[in-house]
């Protein structure tokens, strides 16, 4: 077994503090991956605090895992020891089924295996990135490009993804007004996305001060949505909408910004069930979708996109020995915008 250092929270209730546990020795298919950097996501906090479900404790978040390959199983293909590598939300699927046969193993039918908070095949708890090291199987590791800023990359592994990926799926692009909601996390790189593929972008704000932010990051306009009169010069103006909002929030406000058969997609994952009107929907045609993440194939290729465009996310760099005050800044909305544990702190 290897002996591993983490951050874990042990109940709900309580902070992330210091533990050791053991992660399982590196089998034939597997890699083992000293960790440099993790993201910090909010559904690290929806989880320790038991938002969405019961979580398995003690618990060690962290699902945007970028560092170096210390070990490879004597059957791995991909990778050698010294290659810079990846992990983002899910570490295993069952391979076989026809979504994990066409690349999309974030929608297993039976279930993907969460980084952390999960029971891995093996019955074994899964544990996440905020630990010095990690044993993944290879087919859930990806090749993270040596020319970005490794810990920009991070955030990359969830923020990115989950937003690269429904734009590509509902092929967002030129001709297209796209409004991103909250300008956090997620919602920053859904702007760059949304720009680099030629999308006319707007971030719709509950954060006057992020305007200036939002336009360097190239949106073409933002409208803070406490302000009706911002709001009415938006109204029914938007092909889509990516809903990266983590909190309780006003649906059917955001559809009325919508074209005729226009669509809202959710990323964000607030714990509280969505109310919607049926009127919010029917006389518009509109359609509220999800998406989660993004399967391997579609995560290199989306590592590949951002290394060709140079695009990274906006971190602030931190010690593992803050995260709990960087955990209270992200509820307030203040994060600039990722969060990145240096994993050298740890
Ligand atoms: P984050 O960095 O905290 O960003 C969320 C942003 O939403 C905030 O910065 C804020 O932006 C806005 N916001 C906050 N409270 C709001 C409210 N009450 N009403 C309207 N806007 C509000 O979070 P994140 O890491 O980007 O994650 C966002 C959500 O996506 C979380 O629920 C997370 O669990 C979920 N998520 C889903 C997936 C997936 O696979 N679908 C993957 C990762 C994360 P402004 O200041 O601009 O308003
Ligand atoms: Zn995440």
């Known amino acids: 077994m290897i002996e591993t250092k983490a951050y874990a929270a042990q109940s709900p209730e309580t902070d992330l503090a210091p533990w050791t546990f053991e992660r399982r020795d590196v089998g034939a298919h597997d890699v083992q991956i000293e960790i440099l950097f993790c993201g910090v996501c909010h559904s690290d906090l929806h989880q320790i605090r038991n938002e969405w479900f019961p979580g398995i404790f003690p618990m060690v978040p962290g699902h945007e895992i970028v560092g170096r390959i210390t070990q490879v199983g004597d059957h791995v293909k991909k990778f050698k020891q010294g290659d810079l590598a990846g992990v983002g939300c899910m570490v295993d699927s069952c391979q076989v089924c026809y979504n994990c046969k066409d690349g999309l193993e ?34 859930f590791v990806v090749s993270v490009p040596e020319k970005l800023d490794l810990a920009a990359v991070a955030p990359l592994l969830c923020a990115g993804i989950t937003t690269y990926s429904p734009l590509k799926y509902w092929k967002v692009g030129q001709g297209h007004k796209l409004a991103v909601v909250g300008l956090g996390g997620l919602g920053h790189m859904g702007v760059k996305f949304g720009v680099a593929f030629g999308a006319e972008v707007t971030v719709l704000s ?56 226009g669509t809202h997609i959710l990323v964000g994952a607030p714990p509280k069930p969505l109310e919607i009107p049926a009127f919010a929907l029917i006389p518009g045609r509109m359609s509220v979708s999800g998406s ?55």
């Open 206 to 261: 509950t954060s006057p001060a992020k305007e200036a932010d939002a336009k360097a990051l190239g949106a073409h306009h933002f409208v803070v949505t406490s302000d009706e009169e911002q709001l009415k010069t938006v109204q029914g103006s938007f092909d889509f909408i990516l809903d990266t909002v983590a909190a309780d929030h006003n649906i059917p406000l955001y559809l009325s910004l919508l074209k005729t058969s």
């Open 106 to 139: 974030q929608y297993c039918v039976e279930g993907n295996t969460q980084t952390y908070n999960n029971l891995g095949r093996d019955g074994v708890p899964t544990y996440g990135g905020y630990s010095n090291t990690i044993v993944v199987r290879e087919e």
């Open 292 to 346: 989660t993440i993004g399967g391997i194939a579609e995560t290199q290729e989306m590592l590949n996109f951002c290394a060709e465009h140079n695009i990274v996310s906006d971190i602030e760099l931190i010690n593992i020995q803050d995260i709990n005050q960087a955990y209270e800044r992200m509820v307030k909305g203040d994060v600039r915008y990722r969060f990145v544990i240096d994993i050298a702190s740890l």
